[in-house]
């Protein structure tokens, strides 16, 4: 079975989420699916693709597939992460992604929806980022790329509680570019697809990636960055991170002991 359908029409590509079982978690093979999905849009030159989960999908996305996570002792999420790769090749699609949300939205794939150029939910979308649920780090260009779309203090809380977001004060806070009612989203997302398809694309893909290089425009000294390094392996060292994932796997809740 495909983790993702791609489908091709008037230019627009859709890219859908294909794994209810597991909730759409964001595993190494769904996340591959997705890339090469995304390069046979571009091949095709679609003017824009919306990414979604299937219609009425209780989840749009649960996140980073915790199994697949390491153990201990080495990054989680490491550049060359499956997810981080996913998540690059959005940002650096040459036309405009647009999520179209369903549903719950956690973890990883909170920054995944972020990180579209237009996301598109309905009333039922939550929105919630749970690395300390786990114990787990969270990479510093994930907290960056978050910090560059939402509001500094918007971010802190929900990585800060893991409490999920409702749709409404998603929009309030500029995670929602527009709410729609549940019956309407497919219709509006793809209305507002046809409409992007529409422009000058030369124009439309250059704007996007000067937007792209322009919100990486802030430089770190070699120190802060071995700083940055040195407080992730402290929590992806410790008896936490063990625990955790551990504890999710398990079932259970976790116990923590700030070591």
């Known amino acids: 079975m495909s983790l993702v359908l791609c489908e091709i029409k008037d230019r627009i590509g859709t890219i859908t989420f294909n794994n209810d079982a597991k909730r759409n978690a964001l595993s190494a093979a ?81 920054e995944l929806a972020i990180c579209c150029d237009i996301p598109i939910g309905a009333p039922n979308a939550t929105f919630a980022i749970t690395p300390a649920r786990i114990g787990v780090p969270y990479n510093p260009a994930g907290v960056l790329r978050l910090m560059n779309e939402v509001d500094t203090s918007v971010v802190k809380e929900m990585f800060f509680t893991a409490q999920p977001m409702r749709a409404e004060r998603a929009l309030e806070v500029g995670i929602l570019n ?64 063990a625990e955790g994932i551990t504890a999710f796997l398990e079932k259970r809740k976790p116990v923590w002991k700030g070591e």
């Open 178 to 241: 527009h709410l729609v009612p549940v019956e309407e989203l497919e219709a509006f997302t793809w209305q507002l697809a046809k409409t992007i398809t529409e422009l000058a694309p030369l124009s439309v893909s250059v704007i996007k990636e000067q937007m792209r290089l322009l919100s990486n425009a802030r430089p770190l000294s070699p120190e802060t960055f071995e700083r940055i390094g040195g407080l992730r392996r402290k929590v992806y060292d410790s008896h936490d991170y």
């Open 30 to 110: 769904m996340l591959g699916e997705m890339i090469d999905s995304l390069e046979r849009c571009a091949k095709e030159r679609t003017r824009a693709v919306i990414l979604r989960a299937k219609k009425g999908a209780k989840a749009w996305s649960a996140g980073h597939d915790i199994t697949e996570l390491p153990r201990s002792g080495r990054d989680p999420l490491a550049y060359d992460d499956p997810l981080e790769r996913g998540i690059r090749a959005v940002r650096e699609f040459s036309a405009p992604v647009i999520a179209m949300i369903e549903g719950g939205v956690w973890g990883g794939a909170c």
